[in-house]
């Protein structure tokens, strides 16, 4: 999911020198706790991002333990059999797919980051470039879809039913005057098949590590204002108003992590707090 890039230990180690002018206040004592916080997240670069904030959150008091997945339905399910007390890896539109499919009772509690898509092509400048008939490449799972679609629609290509929720398809599509022809692939193949496409929408990650040129290439992007795609800390709603959640969220909200966010991510990922 995350772009092949990681900190040097230099790097981390200087953002985590910088704990000792961290403004985390310890006025709640109570968010202490004599057991570990135990906090699943996926595999990859969210693991030096999550180095920062357990040490971060050690300075007021608070253990956290982190557990990495790299299956994207593991974690809401061990967050809901309680063998985690939170996680960080997912948006809103998956959740919500999640507990409907699964019953989960699980709710979000603090932003991370924002993980924008593009739409990028080899043969066009602009979106208004784009000719009749041109075909255009989408991730195929349904969340992924639907996003891109939505990216679309916000680019004025096309425009999807309203009634289609944050999921439309291809037969979602109400007016389409290019007479676009919406191409669904494999979300790590729609970035290579660019080259054959008059364009494609691929996640940031999946762009890079398909030799596209992230800045050249992109003609239209998401903006982050109103996103329902911005990932988040989540907790088992019973969890909610647990002293320790507060204090969890604001040790990932520090100026040391929006640093080695931008740092680590070089831009495919962007700080989503203010």
């Known amino acids: 999911m995350f772009a092949s890039s990681s900190l040097s230990r230099r790097s981390v180690l200087a953002l985590l020198g910088g704990l000792s002018t961290l403004g985390v206040s310890r006025a709640e ?22 180095r920062i904030v357990t040490a971060n959150a050690a300075q007021n008091g608070l253990m956290v333990k982190v557990t990495t997945f790299s299956d994207y ?15 960080a890896f997912q948006h809103g539109p998956f959740l919500q797919g999640q507990s409907a499919a699964h019953g989960f009772h699980i709710t979000p509690v ?6 924008p898509i593009g739409l990028y092509s080899q043969r066009w400048k602009t979106v208004g470039e784009l000719p009749q008939n041109a075909t255009i490449g989408v991730p195929n799972d349904p969340s992924n879809e639907g996003r891109a679609l939505k990216l679309l629609q916000s680019l004025n290509v096309l425009k999807v039913s309203d009634s ?5 398809t291809a037969l979602d599509i109400t007016d389409n005057p290019r007479n676009i022809t919406i191409r669904e692939l494999d979300a790590g193949v729609v970035g290579r098949a660019l ?29 982050i204002k109103n996103n329902p795609y911005v990932c988040f800390i989540a907790v088992n709603e019973e969890d909610a108003r647990a002293a320790w959640v507060a204090t969890l969220v604001n040790a990932f909200h520090q100026p040391n992590v929006r640093k ?9 990922n962007v700080p989503a707090w203010s």
């Open 73 to 87: 339905n593991a974690p809401d399910e061990a967050l809901a059999e309680h063998e985690l007390d939170a996680n």
């Open 29 to 50: 004592t109570s968010a202490t706790t004599s057991k570990a916080i135990r906090v699943g997240i996926m595999s990859g670069e969210d693991e030096d991002i999550w």
């Open 195 to 223: 080259p054959d496409l008059d364009a494609a929408i691929v996640n940031t990650d999946w762009a890079r590590k398909s030799g596209i040129d992230i800045e050249k290439q992109r003609i239209g992007r998401e903006e």
């Open 260 to 268: 080695a966010i931008i740092d680590i991510y070089r831009g495919a």
């Open 110 to 115: 603090g932003n991370t980051y924002f993980s």
């Open 164 to 168: 289609a929720g944050l999921l439309p």
